[in-house]
């Protein structure tokens, strides 16, 4: 009884392994392993469609995200430099997406086109995401136009305040020489010139001069030396020592707007009524010891 079975057994096993290896077999694998590779080919390539598709939906909405940005950027009468640049820099990134995406789209619908993959849902998918580029398109045009319509406005109005700010600097400097020239004039008019000196040291600089032993002194002649003396602001001036123990006032200056004062043995010229002690002369000539 062995024997039969074990020359059975031996028979399945010669009859498939003969069926393993024969060419129907071969041809069955083959076909298999060919299906196999085209659903992974067809799998890789929806793959690759889904993918490119979402990376452009998630570009649209960055692009909506940038428009609404600008579209709501408030205007101001002022727009500096950096914030021109913000807004160039985002209309190029706008119009590079736009074109990058429409760019993918061409490249997907040609190659759909061109795959054995034949699907309705891919291709309305596409067409709806062209659609949308387009509509950001069109948005990014009236965009563009509405910016330069605000940054023209502005620079309208930056002329303008440019325009009254030099109206205001010219104002101000105007105003600025003029009260230059009004504060020269009150110095001018304010400024008085003093000297004390002993007769000698007077008479050296020609403040003082005689003619003649009976001949009584003049002050202040025509070629006296002015600089000599000492400027002062008349206003200002209320006292004037004058470091000597003797003190006689040479030039035209009512008593009742001065005192000559001692302070520590030395006399000091008070003055109590400026307007009136420089109204006569604006030169004060004091001779002393």
Known sequence: MKAPIIAFSL????????GYKSADYKALQAQNDSLMRAKQSIQN?????FSAMNQIEQNIEKIKETQGILE??????ELDSSSRAKINDDLLYINDMLKTNKEELNRLRTKLKKSSLHSSELQKTIERLTKSIEEQGAKLIILKA??????SLISDLGITVNKLGKDVETLKTDNEVKQTKISAQEETIHTAWYVFGTRKELKEQKIVTSEGIFSSSKVLQSDFNKNYFVRIDARQTKSIPLYSTRAKILTSHSKSTYTLEKENGNFVLLITDTKGFWSISKYLVIEVD
């Open 11 to 18: 028979f399945l096993v010669l009859f498939y392994s003969c």
């Open 45 to 49: 390539e929806v793959d690759e469609y």
């Open 72 to 77: 709501t950027k408030p205007v101001s009468n």
């Open 146 to 151: 509405d910016l330069a319509a605000k940054d």
